[in-house]
């Protein structure tokens, strides 16, 4: 059973594993707040260029996190 979750206002039925399913939600989640922290600032307008901003900073932290887990992997 596909699971529903809400982006940005609109609906997303998405196929997920059973167990996935609160991990996917989660990440839809911490997604939605990622927009609303960009689209509050008021500094990018459009759904689209929201959602890329959002995609570039998040994949920024994930590459800085990812450094830093293999920094201290060489120490």
């Known amino acids: 059973e596909p699971l529903t979750v809400k982006i940005m206002e609109k609906e997303y039925r998405i196929a997920c594993p059973e167990e996935e399913k609160d991990n996917l939600k989660a990440s839809a989640d911490l997604l939605n707040e990622k927009l609303n922290e960009i689209k509050q600032q008021g500094s990018v307008i459009g759904t689209e260029r929201i959602a890329i ?17 293999e920094e201290r992997a060489y120490r």
Do not use: F, Q
């Open 53 to 69: 901003m959002a995609a570039l900073n998040m994949s920024h932290e994930i590459l800085h996190n990812k450094a830093i887990v």
